[in-house]
């Protein structure tokens, strides 16, 4: 009777997955064929198979360019990201006095929108003299709350022996960071990266704000020149979504395991 | 031990695997990116059509623009070189035929190297 009770459940989180993942098989179906994604009735399976959209995608625009300045962008955001937030994270996992009104500000910092603080980031990064450049693209994203929270929680969770006992043998406290914390919070850092590479490939109003020139566009600024370029082409488009997307989810599925482990990471005491 | 586990891991074979299919897809070009396009012109019959003019058009963003033309031997064959497109369509006219279908020529990527598996066709046939 559990046994059959288990496999419904199975065949009903299958159907469901399914279900989620068809409009990801309806992008890629598009981006695989010419087909008019409003034409009825729809056609499940795709017709006429090609990959020329991807082709047609490289060539047609400065895609490579695009992709080289997204690349370049999201390293040094993940970089960035990575060093800068597990340092806060080390520091906010002490106690000192008016930690409380720190972390306060920051969770508070967080219900702000980014749209409202651009304007005063703009003028940050004008007047950094960054304006156009690969690091003026990446500078809001360097550091991003909700990841330094993941790297505190994770922290914290290590034993506080341990850190201890790395004090007494004279490390210094960057290298507890470096040497003890960082090679056990894999999940922790894996999540960063997952989520400072998605937050800096998908930005959109950022980079439109800041570049100046087309060859400093990245993939999303791409995506919306071809939409204004080729707008009939529908399979162009979806195959140029496509190419946008699967570096996120390559990365997400390598990492998968360790970015679940890194976001429950904390939540539960002992 | 330590670097036998960094080179083990998923993360560097994925780079490794990434890096070598790009690498051999690249040296696949570099050798057949001479931008030649062949093929031959036939009539109903199948029969060769000499000195029929062979149309090369390459696509221009949103259009199609010619940009060379030749002449098929005796043989029915023609032959361009220098193309440096991805996507071509390639017609045949001829003043006893008309013309030929228009037949759409996608390659792989720039000046790829192609010869036309199926010929040009014209509806009629020679006299």
């Given at each position: 009777m559990r046994r059959r009770k288990g496999l419904f459940t199975q065949a009903g989180l299958i159907a469901l997955s399914a279900l989620m993942l068809l409009p990801f098989y309806w992008v890629i179906k598009t981006a695989i064929t010419n087909e008019n994604i409003y034409a009825y009735p729809p056609r499940l399976l795709p017709h006429h198979?090609?990959?020329?959209?991807?082709?047609?995608?490289?060539?047609?625009?400065?895609?490579?360019?695009?992709?080289?300045?997204?690349?370049?962008?999201?390293?040094?955001?993940?970089?960035?990201?990575?060093?800068?937030?597990?340092?806060?994270?080390?520091?906010?996992?002490?106690?000192?006095?008016?930690?409380?009104?720190?972390?306060?500000?920051?969770?508070?910092?967080?219900?702000?929108?980014?749209?409202?603080?651009?304007?005063?980031?703009?003028?940050i990064t004008a007047k950094l003299g960054l304006i156009n450049s690969y690091l003026g693209l990446a500078f809001p994203l360097l550091s991003t709350i909700v990841c330094i929270f993941i790297f505190k929680a994770s922290f914290e969770a290590v034993p506080h022996s341990l850190i201890d006992a790395a004090r007494v043998d004279g490390l210094a406290e960057w290298r507890i960071i470096v040497r003890i914390l960082m090679p056990l919070s894999k999940a922790a850092i894996a999540t960063n990266v997952i989520l400072a590479f998605i937050w800096s490939w998908n930005a959109f109003l950022w980079p439109l704000i800041i570049t100046r020139e087309p060859a400093m566009q990245t993939l999303p600024l791409g995506l919306a020149r071809f939409l204004s370029y080729l707008e009939d082409t529908t399979g162009a488009l979806y195959a140029f979504a496509v190419m946008v997307l699967a570096p996120s989810i390559f990365l997400f599925l390598m990492a998968q395991k360790e970015f679940m482990a890194g976001l429950s990471s904390g939540a539960t005491k002992g | 031990m330590r670097w036998k586990d960094f080179i083990g891991s998923r993360w560097v074979i994925a780079a490794l695997a990434i890096g070598i299919a790009v690498g051999a897809w690249n040296g696949y070009i570099a050798l057949n990116d001479g931008g030649l396009v062949e093929g031959r012109v036939v009539d109903g019959g199948g029969r060769p059509v000499p000195g029929a003019t062979v149309i090369l058009l390459?696509?221009?963003?949103?259009?199609?623009?010619?940009?060379?033309?030749?002449?098929?031997?005796?043989?029915?064959?023609?032959?361009?070189?220098?193309?440096?497109?991805?996507?071509?369509?390639?017609?045949?006219?001829?003043?006893?035929?008309?013309?030929?279908?228009?037949r759409e020529v996608r390659l792989w990527f720039r000046a790829q190297n192609v010869s036309l598996a199926e010929p040009l066709r014209f509806a009629g046939r020679l006299p």
């Open positions: 198979p090609h990959l020329f959209n991807f082709v047609d995608v490289w060539y047609l625009i400065p895609f490579p360019r695009y992709l080289l300045n997204s690349l370049i962008v999201s390293l040094l955001v993940v970089g960035a990201n990575v060093a800068f937030n597990a340092m806060a994270g080390y520091a906010l996992s002490k106690e000192f006095p008016g930690k409380g009104a720190v972390l306060g500000l920051l969770l508070s910092s967080m219900l702000v929108p980014f749209q409202a603080t651009i304007i005063p980031a703009y003028l | 390459e696509r221009n963003f949103v259009m199609h623009s010619e940009r060379q033309r030749t002449r098929t031997d005796a043989a029915g064959r023609f032959r361009f070189a220098g193309n440096d497109n991805h996507s071509l369509r390639v017609e045949a006219e001829s003043e006893a035929l008309g013309r030929s279908e228009l």
